[in-house]
């Protein structure tokens, strides 16, 4: 595969109130392929590793419940600089902030319920495509 993907989580809130149809309709008019998709609900033991890169900071808990909280939908996506250019897509962690016309400023409903996760590097894209597609499951 491509060095070139990112690993994106269209989380919780925005499964449950039928977001992701708008949201993957974006993803793909910007041209970002999927190579692997899967829906799933995490356990809390799964969305505490997933995350354990944030333990210990005061979020993390109610990071965790939220993440655990419904079906997430998970997705490695192939585009040239896809870390990098996945991230200035979803925008910036509080809606509040994110540019006009990103995902998160369309979606988010506040800083912990921001609709998206993007890799926030290559090494991390890495390490959450493992986390959550096998081989068999990407292409
Ligand atoms: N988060 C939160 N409270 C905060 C900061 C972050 O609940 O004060 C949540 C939010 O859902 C965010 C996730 O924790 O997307 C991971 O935080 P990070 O700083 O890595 O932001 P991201 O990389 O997702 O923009
Ligand atoms: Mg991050």
Redesign the pocket.
Known sequence: MSDDFTLAII?PDAVRTGKAGPILAIINEKGFEISAIKMLKLTTAQAESF?E??KG???YN??VE?MSSGPVIAMILRYPGAVEEFRQL?G??DPAKAEPGTIRKLFAVS????AI??S?SVENAQREADFFFSKVERF
């Open positions: 989380k995350y890169i944030h900071k005061a979020f109610s990071l939220f979803i910036a962690t800083v912990q319920m921001n996760h993007g926030d």
